[in-house]
C-alpha cells in the first residue's frame, strides 16, 4: 500500500462547479496536511495546508481533514479553467521531523 | 524576483558527465531538499540539509551528491549520468520551525 494515494485522474468538472479531491494515507499519527497545484512542467505551489479534524477555507478553496478516516480532501468552488492543473496530496509522518510524502497527484480538467 | 532560484531550467547531457544543478533561494530559510519528479512516481527525496554541517541521504540518493555552500545555497551533483536519471529536478526550502515546503521552478535534465 502506497503511503499517500491519489486517484491519478483526471477529474473532468465543468466550470462553476464544485471540483472534490481526495487523499488517502497509511500512517494513522500523521499531522501535518498540504495540497500543492502543479501546472504541467511547472514546480508545485502550496495552496492550503491543515493540521486539526474539520474545514480550513481559504477563498474558494476548503480543505477538510478527517484522521479517524485518515482521508483529507480539497474542494474548489466555482471552478475556473485556469484550475486545470495536477493536485498533489502531501502528509509528513510523524516519525519524521523532515519530510514530506507525496501522493502522485491527482489531474484536474475544468471543461469551459 | 523569484524567492527559489534553480539553474540551469533545462540540461540535455551524454552519458558519463558530470553535471551540476544549483538552487538559490533568499527566503531565509535554514532547511534545504532535493527532489526529482518522474511521471507516475511523483516527487521523490533525494538529499536534505537542515543547515550548512546537517546533510542527509533520502530515499533515493544512489548516483547523487551534495554541496551546501551557504545557507542559501545548495547543489546537486550527478557524478556520473545515466539515462534513468533523466526527470525532472526541484529544489525546495522550509522553515525549521514550520512544515511547509516552497519550490523552486525545476530543471528538466535528459541524459542521452
Known amino acids: 500500500q502506497k503511503e499517500v494515494e491519489q486517484n491519478s485522474g483526471p477529474l473532468s468538472v465543468p466550470e462553476g462547479a464544485i471540483a472534490s479531491l481526495n487523499c488517502t494515507y497509511s500512517d494513522r499519527v500523521s499531522q501535518s496536511f498540504f495540497w500543492y497545484r502543479q501546472y504541467s512542467g511547472k514546480s508545485p505551489e502550496l495552496i492550503m495546508s491543515i493540521y486539526s479534524n474539520g474545514d480550513k477555507e481559504d477563498g474558494r478553496f476548503t480543505a477538510q481533514l478527517n484522521k479517524a478516516s485518515q482521508y483529507v480532501s480539497l474542494l474548489i468552488r466555482d471552478s475556473q479553467p485556469s484550475d486545470s492543473a495536477t493536485y498533489l496530496c502531501a502528509v509528513k509522518p510523524t516519525d519524521s521531523s523532515y519530510k514530506l510524502i507525496f501522493g502522485s497527484g491527482t489531474r484536474l480538467l475544468v471543461r469551459p | 524576483d523569484a524567492d527559489v532560484t534553480q539553474t540551469p531550467r533545462n540540461r540535455i547531457t551524454k552519458t558519463g558527465k558530470r553535471i551540476m544543478l544549483e538552487c538559490s533561494q533568499t527566503k531565509g530559510h535554514d532547511r534545504m531538499y532535493w527532489y526529482r519528479q518522474d511521471p507516475g512516481l511523483g516527487l521523490r527525496l533525494i538529499y536534505y540539509s537542515f543547515d550548512v554541517k546537517d546533510i542527509n541521504k533520502g530515499e533515493i540518493s544512489d548516483g547523487y551528491s551534495v554541496s551546501r555552500q551557504a545557507q542559501a545555497k545548495f547543489s546537486l551533483s550527478l557524478e556520473s549520468a545515466i539515462p534513468n536519471q533523466t526527470a525532472l529536478y526541484f529544489c525546495?526550502?522550509?522553515?525549521?520551525?514550520?512544515?511547509?515546503?516552497?519550490f523552486g521552478p525545476g530543471t528538466r535534465l535528459t541524459v542521452t
Open positions: 525546495a526550502t522550509s522553515d525549521g520551525g514550520r512544515d511547509e515546503q516552497y
